[in-house]
């Protein structure tokens, strides 16, 4: 996969240090807090590690969210919120809104910024395997379950935490509902790229190949919308962080005319001297259903409280301790360094464009 639709970098954050001097009074309290620096940061190396996989990325991620878990969530079940969920103020950018970063003092804010992150980082893990130059078939099912578990992320997201958010999410910003079902629908689409190149190499019937490729061009409208080409052209011209990309022009297109007459030439010049059938005056109808091989998210769950949160250790954070003057906070308009992501130049055009 090429990098010229979902171009969009990955969004960048603030440090946490997670250091309440004072406020944790205990050495389990003052524990938990250095496993979450140190779980983050690691979070953080990983999306720029291009040695890094699934698992890894699960691993960290499972850790990380555990233990964020109990800024949020109430140890007794019950509704009442964690009594530290705006105990530290967090800083994430949008990925098209440059380096100036949007600042929330609430642990949710921080958790759906994260799972943001790791659902990007999980297609363009996607995108690097799909650009490989000989991809076995086990490496095409990790592109098919990579895209769909992003999807499942961005699904869980917007539908479980996002409106919990205190302050509401600005137009053109990450969370906004239409950009998170955008990449939803954008990832679904690209999963069912794969599932229809199966379909054709594997010389399934014509009619279910052709109702994937019809769903999947439902999937591609919903996500793109109409005047694609002009806005293509002036999305190529638009300065802005990410990688640089021009649609209109991308090899896939560039390549599709001639691909087209060149099959129809071979098919005719065959077709005259060897197969010698009638061709139909009409193309037949086919059924443009799919009732199979259609894909759905990978249904997605942050993970349980982390076993270190105890009722002990919740109460070891003693918040009247906490300076009155925090001037510590930082300010909101303040940059932040945006993550430097491998430059993966794809070693062949498989057609397929997500991250």
């Given amino acids: 996969m090429t990098h010229w639709f979902h171009r969009n970098p990955l969004k960048a954050t603030a440090p946490v240090s997670f250091n309440f001097y004072g406020v944790a009074t205990t050495p389990a309290a003052t524990k938990v807090c250095n496993d979450l620096r140190l779980s983050r940061t690691r979070l953080l190396e990983l999306f720029t590690d291009s040695s890094c996989n699934p698992e890894m990325m699960k691993n960290a991620t499972d850790l990380y969210f555990s233990l964020l878990q109990g800024f949020i969530?109430?140890?007794?079940?019950?509704?009442?919120e964690c009594k530290l969920r705006?105990?530290?103020?967090?800083?994430?950018?949008?990925t098209l809104q440059g380096q100036v970063p949007s600042a929330q003092q609430d642990a949710v804010f921080e958790l759906v910024s994260m799972g943001f992150n790791v659902a990007l980082w999980y297609t363009k893990y996607a995108s690097r395997l799909a650009g490989k130059e000989d991809i076995t078939e086990d490496e095409?099912?990790?592109?098919?379950?990579?895209?769909?578990?992003?999807?499942?992320?961005?699904?869980?997201?917007?539908?479980?935490?996002?409106?919990?958010?205190?302050?509401?999410?600005?137009?053109?910003?990450?969370?906004?509902?239409r950009l998170i079902d955008s990449y939803i629908i954008q990832c679904q689409a690209e999963a069912q790229e794969v599932t229809i190149a199966r379909a054709i190499e594997l010389k399934h019937n014509p009619g279910l190949i052709a109702a994937l490729a019809y769903e999947t061009a439902n999937f591609y409208q919903k996500a793109?919308?109409?005047?694609?080409?002009?806005?293509?052209?002036e999305y190529g011209e638009t300065k802005g962080p990410g990688t640089t990309a021009r649609p209109s022009g991308h090899l896939f297109f560039r390549k599709l005319g001639s691909l087209i007459k060149n099959t129809l030439e071979k098919c005719q010049r065959e077709n005259g001297f060897i197969y010698f059938q009638k061709v139909p005056a009409e193309a037949p109808q086919l059924e443009l259903k799919a009732n199979y091989g259609l894909v759905e998210p990978v249904p997605f769950e942050f993970p349980a409280l982390n076993a270190?949160?105890?009722?002990?250790?919740?109460?070891?954070?003693?918040?009247t301790?906490?300076?009155?003057?925090d001037t510590a906070k930082p300010k909101p308009d303040e940059e932040v360094k945006p993550l430097k992501e491998p430059d993966i130049k794809p070693q062949k055009d498989s057609g397929c464009q997500i991250s």
Wanted: glycine share 2%.
């Fill in 321 to 325: 301790k906490r300076p009155k003057d």
């Fill in 224 to 233: 793109v919308f109409a005047k694609a080409e002009a806005l293509c052209k």
């Fill in 86 to 94: 705006y105990i530290q103020n967090f800083k994430w950018t949008d």
């Fill in 308 to 319: 270190h949160w105890t009722p002990e250790t919740l109460a070891a954070f003693d918040l």
């Fill in 140 to 177: 095409a099912k990790d592109v098919h379950r990579s895209l769909k578990i992003a999807a499942g992320i961005f699904k869980h997201l917007k539908e479980s935490h996002i409106p919990k958010l205190i302050t509401p999410v600005e137009k053109g910003r990450d969370l906004e509902a």
């Fill in 73 to 80: 969530l109430s140890l007794d079940d019950s509704s009442q």
